[in-house]
DNA sequence: CCCTGATTCGC
DNA sequence: GCGAATCAGG
């Protein structure tokens, strides 16, 4: 799978929104972590533009000339978290989006006929009626503007809450 | 052991 | 350019 356009602007908001290289691949459904990192290094947003105010700060130096293969740490120091220090307490999740992304990072599933959203994309509004397999790419929620009342839309809503469907007696009761 | 990101290098 | 392997660290 090629690194088209769009799947890199979706890398790009999600690694700047604060996901874990983990959390995107796991969208993407058909690359790794490593896959991820790689492309994220490699398209220079290693610092994390918007970094996460809810990760506590993290980086730390490796000592310096060691490990000049493989090995961890960042290759140069990193300034505290400045909006850590700056937000003690902050208790939301990052800013939801304005809108509905509305993205399909990969096949779009032929049963429905709707966007599909996926997990990270989920709203608090949004329906999330399943579509797909969650063990295949692609898989997603139908996303739309759900009920008040409940996790789906209303057409989703209808079709998880229909009355129990009549059911015929039993050969015992029909006797 | 689970996870995190960083780095190198064979492809 | 890509990402598996491998690393240190939480």
Not at 94 to 112: D, F, G, K, T
Not at 135 to 156: I, S
Request: net charge positive; proline share 9%; aromatic share 6%.
């Amino acid at each position: 799978m090629a690194w088209t356009e769009e799947r890199v602007a979706l890398l790009t908001r999600l690694w700047n929104e604060g996901h874990t290289a983990s959390q995107i691949a796991e969208q993407f459904g058909d690359i790794t972590r490593n896959a991820v990192i790689g492309k994220v290094h490699r398209l220079g947003l290693s610092g994390r533009a918007a970094e996460s105010r809810f990760r506590a700060a993290r980086i730390k130096m490796r000592p310096r000339n060691q490990k000049p293969r493989g090995g961890s740490g960042a290759a140069f120091p990193v300034q505290g978290n400045a909006a850590l220090k700056a937000e003690p307490g902050v208790a939301q999740a990052w800013p939801a989006p304005a809108r509905r992304p509305n993205l399909r990072p990969v096949e779009q599933p032929e049963s429905e006929a709707g966007p599909v959203v996926g997990l990270l994309e989920l709203r608090e509004s949004s329906c999330r009626w399943p579509i797909g397999d969650p063990d295949q790419p692609g898989f997603g929620f139908c996303g739309c503007q759900k009920a008040e009342d409940g996790p789906y839309c209303e057409r989703h809503a209808a079709m998880a809450f229909q009355p129990a469907a009549r059911r015929r007696p039993t050969e015992k009761e029909a006797a």
